[in-house]
């Protein structure tokens, strides 16, 4: 190579200016999703052990933690509810006082101003801590469960949620819940699936946080194969099919290249990737140790998610990512 050539690359790095006006990708605040824990078992604020940053909130805090996120130009939060009583069916997922239920109004009746998503799982709800409901072999059942993820759905929205997301993996669980919604009057709220959702070492503290791991056995047989690339491509075009409206790749930074080949097989979709709790949890350790910078490798990540295709991402940095890009 011609010493000349190497220089050419060089030239439009030669000054901070130079570099934001050639940048391709931006970290909008705006395109960040904070999920959030809602506690019915707690009173206070509590702080996830695994997670340090990141609380579990009951419902008369919810719009203040909220409200500030949103206030930071976050656009969405993701409630999650860790209820008080579980059983076997998930009981509370769908309870008109459910822990979610109750969060979605209180955000609605504090004027909270942003996007309002809800989680739609049952592992949070059921005793035996699976995404499902069980036979008598312990195995989760596809169809039955698609009714509970559809009441759940309907239950959200009545109670004044902008959007659901589905991520118990079930086969059809975009159609039941289309469905459902539609015949509960709900035609024009919008359904983000979890659509590529791989069964990950890097949900553990999310565990802790919504206090949901398996009693027994694992999410293998319905959450994807991480051996898996062209199957995700299926996983999208079904629930596209079925009627998501934004799709998701999770997790996030071990699986950019999946975040790269949806966006190429789905050009005209918004995507969304979710940092998810492991991932969170090991920029904390090493920055409470000092071994790496938080802030610039949180918004290098948040940069390389943009990069890779996803428009959106959800992550635990959302709030203190968004003051980082606007101070
Ligand atoms: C299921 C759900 C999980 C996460 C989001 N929704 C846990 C799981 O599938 O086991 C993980 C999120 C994270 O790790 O941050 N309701």
Same mark, same amino acid.
């Given at each position: 190579?011609?010493?000349?050539?190497i220089?050419?690359?060089?030239?439009?790095?030669?000054?901070?200016?130079?570099?934001a006006?050639?940048?391709?990708?931006?970290?909008?605040?705006?395109?960040?999703?904070?999920?959030?824990?809602?506690?019915?078992?707690?009173?206070?604020?509590?702080?996830?052990?695994?997670?340090?940053?990141?609380?579990?909130?009951?419902?008369?805090?919810?719009?203040?933690?909220?409200?500030?996120?949103?206030?930071?130009?976050?656009?969405?939060?993701?409630?999650?509810?860790?209820?008080?009583?579980?059983?076997?069916?998930?009981?509370?997922?769908?309870?008109?006082?459910?822990?979610?239920?109750?969060?979605?109004?209180?955000?609605?009746?504090?004027?909270?101003?942003?996007?309002?998503?809800?989680d739609?799982?049952?592992?949070?709800?059921?005793?035996?801590?699976?995404?499902?409901?069980?036979?008598?072999?312990?195995?989760?059942?596809?169809?039955?469960?698609?009714?509970?993820?559809?009441? &759940?759905?309907?239950?959200?929205?009545? #109670? *004044? %949620? /902008?959007? $659901?997301?589905?991520?118990?993996?079930? +086969?059809?669980?975009?159609?039941?819940?289309?469905?459902?919604?539609?015949a509960?009057?709900?035609?024009?709220?919008?359904?983000?699936?979890?659509?590529?959702?791989?069964?990950?070492?890097?949900?553990?503290?999310?565990?802790?946080?919504?206090?949901?791991?398996?009693?027994?056995?694992?999410?293998?047989?319905?959450?994807?194969?991480?051996?898996?690339?062209?199957?995700?491509?299926?996983?999208?075009?079904?629930?596209?099919?079925?009627?998501?409206?934004?799709?998701?790749?999770?997790?996030?930074?071990?699986?950019?290249?999946?975040?790269?080949?949806?966006?190429?097989?789905?050009?005209?979709?918004?995507?969304?990737?979710?940092?998810v709790?492991?991932?969170y949890?090991?920029?904390?350790?090493?920055a409470?140790?000092?071994?790496?910078?938080?802030?610039?490798?949180v918004?290098? &990540?948040?940069?390389?998610?943009?990069? #890779? *295709? %996803? /428009?959106? $991402?959800?992550?635990?940095h959302?709030? +203190?990512?968004?003051?980082?890009?606007?101070?």
């Amino acid at each position: 190579m011609e010493p000349h050539v190497i220089t050419r690359l060089r030239r439009l790095r030669r000054t901070p200016a130079l570099r934001a006006l050639v940048r391709e990708h931006e970290v909008l605040p705006r395109n960040l999703i904070l999920p959030l824990f809602v506690t019915e078992v707690e009173s206070e604020p509590t702080e996830i052990h695994s997670m340090p940053g990141v609380k579990r909130w009951p419902v008369d805090h919810v719009n203040d933690i909220a409200s500030e996120a949103v206030g930071a130009g976050v656009g969405a939060v993701l409630l999650f509810g860790i209820p008080a009583e579980k059983d076997a069916r998930g009981s509370q997922a769908d309870a008109e006082e459910g822990i979610v239920q109750q969060g979605v109004r209180a955000l609605r009746s504090g004027g909270f101003e942003g996007v309002v998503i809800t989680d739609v799982c049952l592992c949070e709800y059921t005793d035996h801590g699976h995404c499902g409901l069980l036979d008598d072999a312990g195995t989760v059942l596809n169809d039955p469960t698609l009714e509970r993820l559809a009441d &759940t759905s309907v239950s959200h929205v009545k #109670a *004044g %949620a /902008d959007m $659901v997301a589905p991520s118990a993996m079930m +086969d059809g669980q975009v159609a039941a819940i289309r469905d459902g919604l539609d015949a509960a009057g709900y035609e024009s709220t919008p359904i983000m699936s979890y659509s590529a959702k791989y069964a990950s070492s890097f949900y553990g503290p999310f565990r802790d946080a919504a206090d949901g791991a398996p009693k027994f056995g694992d999410r293998r047989s319905h959450q994807m194969d991480p051996g898996n690339g062209r199957e995700a491509e299926r996983e999208h075009a079904v629930d596209a099919d079925e009627g998501a409206d934004i799709l998701m790749v999770k997790p996030g930074l071990a699986y950019l290249d999946i975040v790269r080949r949806t966006r190429e097989a789905f050009p005209d979709y918004p995507l969304a990737a979710y940092n998810v709790s492991g991932e969170y949890s090991m920029v904390k350790a090493a920055a409470a140790r000092g071994w790496i910078d938080e802030r610039s490798v949180v918004l290098e &990540t948040l940069m390389a998610f943009k990069r #890779a *295709g %996803a /428009d959106l $991402v959800l992550t635990y940095h959302a709030l +203190d990512a968004a003051r980082w890009l606007t101070s």
